[in-house]
């Protein structure tokens, strides 16, 4: 009788602690965005401080190898170049994303992956000594992949291990890091540490530690528990992932819902992009990626860091002061992303979406007027610091972490990859366009682009309140029969599903009856 009795008090504790942060799963976490995440954010701003030092490089290099200084349109356009390559390297990254998942899982991807932040470091590390400005553009190339499998697949990877009531928590600490890893580039840039013509070469160099203790670590954690069941087949192994991620050996509520997932995919198979594009079931869900991905990027996130260092300057900083404020801001976008870590389970992916793109919508048209007005109106210039501000608080709780923590939640494990290759894609299109067309929106309509952007989150946020539905603690295949009603599709596994949860309550049914009988 007393065995019994520990027996169940030990599945009582078992039950209480599901859901729960384990060491386990709170280190893979911070291993996979602070070795992945870490470095798309730490490269996004790496090269803004010392932009004038590597600019005088390019140029030096160019009279030491022709004897004439380079013409300031060539100069123009190796610059560009160098801003440019890194978005077009995260498009190349992202076609990359189904193949390699699929293929090598989706902690060998993030392994493989990076090989390339690693050899881009040393490249551009090395650049000076080996008196060469075409090699950091290659490497920046080279980064811009990495950064482009790595906003997607660890995103991916941590949503399929998560528990589902930490599963949108978990979901936005990679976004955390990109904050964090903007920042360390900001800190690391200031002219007194690294921001200068002696320090940038390391500047460079440093986004490949993060790759190597990455490389170093992750091996000893385990692949998604949904990877090796649902795609290897190996329950086994499934199992004892979980376990090893849970702390507990009771599992089987999981691989259960694992199972039923995996049925109700069998007769699809593996989606690739053109069967996802096409197949009538996920039609919403595509779609709403691809709304979600466009508004995170063409809310102009960028275009309001791009202006930041002008108004700050505008409201009386001094010029030898505004990147101290920058890193400020650095800090407010760390600070809101950390916020919306611990408050996203509790209000929901739907309510930090439409809030957030609601801030940003908001901070755009009073930001318009701010501008305009600016010149007349002494008080506009610090009305125009509090719209950067609100605008980053809003990007910070939305905007920036909730689309990739709905990738991993609107689809299933067989439509996952090619949504998140999607997904990836349209994300860095969307920053390579606003790169480029931003600086002539700028020269043409001045102030009033931000009315561009103003309409666009309008645009996405009523889309959001429409179409997307809330997801916080759902399991993936209750959000894939929300779906499947607004797609009009029927999902055939319900009879089964029946079937199996009633054999699985006769069979707890029958356990109880023979416990009853020994007692």
Known sequence: MKLKGEKQESSDNNEGSKGKMTPVLAVVT?????????????????????APYMRDFYNQTYFNRNGVLMDGGFQTLLWSLTVSMYPLGG????????????????????????????VAAILMGTSEIAKTFEIIIFSRFLVGIYAGLASNVVPMFLGELSPRNLRGAIGIVPQLFISVGILVAQIFGLDVILGNAEGWPVLLGLTGIPSLIQ????????????YLLIQKGNEEQARKALQKLRGWTDVDDEIEEMRQEDRSE???GQFSVLSLCTFKGLRWQLISIIVMMMGQQLSGVNAVFYYAERIFQSAGVDKNNVQYVTVSIGGINVIMTLLAVFIVESLGRRVLLLAGFGLCCVSCAVLTLALNLQTTVSWMSYLSIVCVVVYIVGHAIGASPIPFVMITEMFLQSSRPAAFMVGGSVHWLCNFTVGFVFLYMEAGLGPYSFLIFCAICLATIVYIFIVVPETKNKTFMEINKIMAKRNKVEIQEDKEELKDFQAVSDG????????SSEL
């Open 30 to 50: 911070l291993i996979s965005a602070f070795g992945s995440s870490f470095q798309y954010g730490y490269n996004v701003s790496v090269i803004s401080s010392p």
């Open 91 to 118: 498009f190349f990254g992202s076609l990359m994303v189904w193949p390699l998942v699929n293929n090598c899982g989706r902690k060998g991807t993030l392994l493989i992956n990076n090989l390339f932040s690693i």
């Open 215 to 226: 490389l170093l670590v992750l091996p000893f954690f385990p692949e998604s528990p949904r």
């Open 266 to 268: 069998k007769e699809e």
């Open 508 to 515: 707890q049914a029958k356990k109880k009856a023979i416990s």
